[in-house]
């Protein structure tokens, strides 16, 4: 058995002292706390993340292959149309990590409804178009049954609410181009979506792809562009490059939404930026604490360590007793404060108890999204950067005397 060890769990095991037991239970509260507000603030931040994301690709998709546009215009709408290709799609289905690859249109339109009208970007989709998890949908879907165009349109509850019009209520749309007569068509409300970023509420609504190709006078195998889905978002930029360098052609280009929508990515990388202040702040009054106990434990035992030095037990041996001290009181405190931080994570996740303003934070409540590898390298690393930074004060044992603290009883 490691004597160090022992000597160090027989230490905190029966601590009688007022003192020392009142240092001790501050120092793992004090490192509870800590781990906890590290463990919320990457479960926040990591839902943040998500979240958001998670809204913006349902609608949008990962990439996109359109014509060359050096504005990567967020409304996606062209007056000129590109050919669909199905061997270029077939091509890009092939690319790892694609998930499926589906057409679009999309014409800026006026909606109008109850003598109240709106401006915004239609987007015209396929049948096998679908909104990931994170975006709200009430009504029903569009129906693509009709052999000519679904007459039916997915609105906002953003337009919807500014147009006072509701699920099942009849909308014109209004598509205005320069002096030409405005094209006309009346479609009914088929459902609202709802996904609490501005951006998109406020700007696009859905329709069948075949009622813009008509609205248009193009033919069946016009579109504006491709809308590429994938299974893992990470691997955005490096398949939006390989399409544009080895797939398409000019005039086609290929991006991420992430370059689209680059005010709302930085936006969560400033989000990112705080989190790791405030972790580098929690991990110094981690350490800081750890490091004030063992010195008062160490000069509250003076006696004890030079009664050890006298029977001959080395400075390393000693220095270790303190160094399994902080390291059982950084386990005690790193075990409480993830049972703390995962609990308060699962009571927000359950229950909401934290809300926010949907217009300023795309979302209603406090995401949370907790990663086990995560808590794993929290726990770890504090426990690793404790122990390690109580060396220095453990040097303190080398100044202690045996004939000045043992000459007292």
């Known amino acids: 058995m490691n004597l160090s060890f022992f000597i160090a769990r027989r230490y905190l095991a029966k601590q009688k ?8 239970r501050l120092s793992i509260v004090a490192t509870a706390l800590s781990v ?20 913006l690709y349902s609608f949008m998709g990962h990439v996109h292959v359109v014509p060359y546009d050096e504005t990567h215009s967020t ?35 006026i909606v109008q409804a109850h003598g109240s009208m709106e401006g915004i970007v239609l987007k015209g989709v396929s049948k096998q178009y679908h909104f990931l998890p994170g975006i709200t949908i009430t009504g029903a879907p569009i129906d693509y049954s009709d052999t000519v165009y679904a007459k039916q349109v997915l609105l906002s509850t953003t337009t919807a609410d500014k147009l006072n019009v509701n699920i099942g209520d009849t909308v014109q749309l209004d598509l205005v181009e320069g002096n030409k007569t405005p094209r006309i068509r009346r479609v009914r409300v ?7 970023m501005d951006e998109v509420d406020r700007m696009f609504a859905v329709c069948d792809i075949r009622l813009l190709q008509r609205m248009n006078n193009w033919p069946a195998d016009s579109i504006n562009g491709l809308q590429v889905n994938l299974d893992n978002l990470q691997y955005a930029d490096t398949v939006a490059s390989f399409i544009h360098y080895n797939i398409t052609q000019a005039p086609l280009e290929a991006y991420t939404t992430t370059s689209t929508y680059d005010n709302i990515f930085e936006w969560l990388q400033l989000l990112n930026s705080n989190a790791l202040v405030l972790l580098a702040i929690m991990a110094v009054v981690c350490i800081i604490n750890m490091a004030a106990v063992l010195l008062i434990l160490m000069m509250d ?14 400075f390393g041996e000693t220095r270790n007793i303190f160094l399994s001290i902080a390291g059982l009181i950084g386990t005690v405190g790193i075990a409480a404060g993830s049972i703390l931080g995962l609990g308060l994570c699962w009571l927000q996740q359950r229950f909401g108890l934290i809300k926010l303003d949907e217009g300023n934070y795309y979302m209603r409540y406090v995401p949370i999204k907790v990663i086990w590898w995560h808590v794993a390298v929290i726990d770890i690393s504090t426990l690793a950067l404790c122990v390690f930074c109580m060396w220095l004060p453990a040097l303190y044992i080398r100044k202690i005397q045996p004939a000045k603290v043992l000459q007292f009883k």
């Open 190 to 196: 088929c459902g609202l979506y709802h996904s609490g």
């Open 301 to 314: 035992r003076a006696r004890m360590i030079g009664l050890l030095k006298v029977l001959g037990m080395p």
């Open 36 to 55: 906890a507000v590290m463990i919320v603030t990457v479960a926040i931040l990591t839902g943040f993340n998500s979240a958001v994301s998670e809204k």
């Open 17 to 24: 002292g007022v003192f020392s037991s009142f240092i001790i």
């Open 75 to 109: 409304n996606l709408s062209y007056s000129d149309p590109i050919y669909y290709d199905t061997a270029l799609v077939a091509t890009i289905g092939k690319v790892p990590h694609v998930a499926e690859v589906l057409p679009f249109v999309a014409r800026p339109v």
